[in-house]
């Protein structure tokens, strides 16, 4: 059963709009989440993460929203360029719970966004 | 600044062939992990290890062996290739465990017919 969910596989935006990706996650357990962008041909990288304790995190273009009541968090990206065209993947852990343990991350299947000009 | 290097980039195997992918991160890290990403499936995890001298198995390990070489070097061995291994393979690493970010390789496209 997936515990981290993408229900959409891809979205069109138009640039200079607000992307809005989303993710929800079964595991009550999970209490650190992160996006990470992937382009290609190259592996994932690191875009930007929130802990339970949270609700909100920002960096630049770039806000992860936490819902924990709902099991939803979201990323928004303000004003979507066409660099931001990549697959996004939401990710989840048992960071604090395990504390601290290494056994990885549980990924979402990704949602293709595509940025038009 | 080369982070974490996968080798080899693509490789084609017959069913029944073995290999070795070849993971080193020059990062210090103490974690490693091998993901493999498959269309539509996101990404699985196959073997990690915590630290150095530990491996352990992740979602999906039937058909996989791993070794940690040592702090730098951690690979993964496919003994008897099937068709239902042909996926992405990528190699992370991370400072701590969960609550710190993984950083990805590049990959190895890895087909088996």
């Known amino acids: 059963d997936q515990q981290v969910k993408q229900n959409s596989p891809s979205l069109s935006v138009q640039e200079g709009r607000i992307s809005i990706l989303n993710c929800d996650y079964t595991n009550s357990m999970f209490d650190y989440f992160l996006w990470y962008k992937k382009y290609p041909a190259e592996g994932p990288t690191f875009l930007i993460s929130i802990s339970s304790i949270k609700d909100k995190n920002e960096d630049g273009r770039f806000t992860v929203f936490l819902n924990k009541s709902a099991k939803h968090l979201s990323l928004h990206i303000v004003p979507s360029q066409p660099g931001d065209s990549a697959v996004y993947f939401c990710a989840a852990s048992e960071a604090l719970y395990s504390g601290g343990g290494a056994d990885g991350l549980t990924f979402g299947k990704g949602t293709h966004l595509i940025i038009q000009p | 600044n080369a982070g974490v290097t996968q080798t080899p980039k693509f490789q084609v195997l017959k069913t029944g062939q073995s290999m070795t992918l070849q993971c080193a991160q020059d990062?210090?890290?103490?974690?490693m992990y091998w993901y493999r990403q498959d269309p539509g499936m996101g990404l699985r995890l196959i073997y990690y290890s915590a630290s150095e001298g530990t491996t352990d198995k992740g979602e999906v390990p039937n058909g996989y062996n791993v070794s940690r070489l040592n702090k730098r070097e951690f690979s993964l061995r496919l003994e008897s290739a099937a068709p239902s291994q042909t996926s992405v393979y990528f190699c992370a690493s991370t400072p701590r465990g969960r609550d710190s970010p993984l950083h990805f390789g590049n990959g190895t496209r890895l087909t088996v017919t």
């Open positions: 990062m210090n890290h103490n974690s």
